[in-house]
């Protein structure tokens, strides 16, 4: 199912659209290069900065971006600038005269927040209605096995991505992890995956960061007390952990037989 059919309003179709566009790390020849240096230059215009830009200075912007963020596109970009100049993220937009590599930062990485948060939830309403359909249907083992895989791929790619927590629903990859041995349950005991637990329920205080966690859990989790939620925000932190080690999770998931990924006698 397309992101877009479950898109609710413009600014989340927009993001879709972003999403779907070509990333900057696919950036090559001159005509590529010089629609990013269009987009730069429009946005030092757009922000009020009258002072002609020198070629270093376009130079240095241009490849500071490419380089340190390349899953975004040139959409994505364009959003940016247009949602910082409209005060709709939550960053305090004023250049100070200055349009430099920490200004530039600053922006992208609040729209890459709330680009982040936006397509979460997007993908949770996506799974939701492929797991109400499927309800509907009967599914044969193969188109089973399929939807497992790609929900395994698609978690273990998302969190290697970000630092924010990623629900796992139902605990399917928990329990397909320590189930096939490739974690200990003890290992949520670990004074890193404490620590991490404890900082994240501290973050819960504000009310930004429990609207946020909120968008992420599953209607289960937000009823968890504290000890419960320690355990959930463990369990991400080691899963993360795990999965940042393996170089390439699409070659990795085929290390595994079908019933390790899908046991027969559970089906589902």
Known sequence: MNLAVVAK???????????????????????????????????????????????EELKLNVAFIKENYPKFTLKDIDLAMNWSLQGRLDVNAEPYGQFSPLYISKILNAYGTKSSETINELRKRQLQQERETNTQENLSPEEKLKQRKKWIIYYAEKVRTTDNYIGDYDNTIWTFLTRNNLLNPNDLSLKEASKYADMEIAKDNSERSTKVLFKAMNVTEQG??????????????????????IPNINEWILSFDNQKILPSKTNK
């Open 224 to 245: 968890l007390d504290i000890q419960k939620r320690r355990e959930m925000y463990g369990r991400y932190y080691v899963m993360r952990s795990f999965f940042r080690k």
């Open 9 to 55: 309003n413009d600014d989340e179709r927009k993001l879709v659209r972003a999403l779907l566009d070509k990333p900057l790390a696919n950036f090559e020849g001159k005509e590529d290069f010089a629609k990013l240096i269009a987009v730069v230059t429009k946005w030092r215009i757009m922000i009020g900065l009258s002072k002609e830009m020198s070629a």
